[in-house]
């Protein structure tokens, strides 16, 4: 996957279209913040461990500001990332998938569009405005969500 989303972020420096390259910390955060107020339901698979380098502290209170603002937010991720779940919120739910999955990109799936998040990668982010897309990643979530079991 990491190949593919390399892919996409040169396409993207070539073709602006739909398509907008994070290259900061900065870009990203602001990416997350500005979309605070245009959502109801927020959902994300993530590897929170290849999230915490770039900015922890954000993280977490991003976390509680998305819990605030009352959005429904579902988020799967690898068993190890429940150590950062310190606090119970009332409108964030996480499932995890088993431990022979090792992702290292995160994905937020909105309402209009998708962000793949790799610090691994030339471009921290990308976003992609694709309705297609969008219902697609959609729709693999809620199915992935549907066969998870509740976590404990």
Do not use: C
């Amino acid at each position: 996957m990491d190949k593919q989303i390399q892919e996409l972020i040169d396409k993207a420096s070539k073709e602006s279209k739909g398509i907008m390259v994070l290259n900061t910390s900065k870009q990203l955060k602001d990416f997350y913040l500005s979309n605070l107020e245009n959502y109801k339901e927020w959902r994300a698979i993530a590897s929170i461990e290849d999230w915490l380098p770039v900015d922890a502290e954000f993280l977490q209170g991003f976390r509680s500001k998305l819990d605030e603002k009352g959005i429904n937010t579902r988020v799967i991720f690898k068993k190890e990332g429940l150590k950062y779940e310190t606090e119970k919120m009332e409108n964030r739910h996480v499932k995890v998938v088993p431990d022979s999955y090792r992702f290292k990109s995160s994905i937020d799936i909105l309402d209009d569009k998708i962000l793949i998040m790799n610090p691994h990668q030339t471009a921290l982010g990308l976003v992609v405005e694709s309705k297609v897309l969008v219902d697609i990643f959609l729709d693999v979530f809620d199915m992935l969500w549907e066969m998870l079991p509740e976590e404990d």
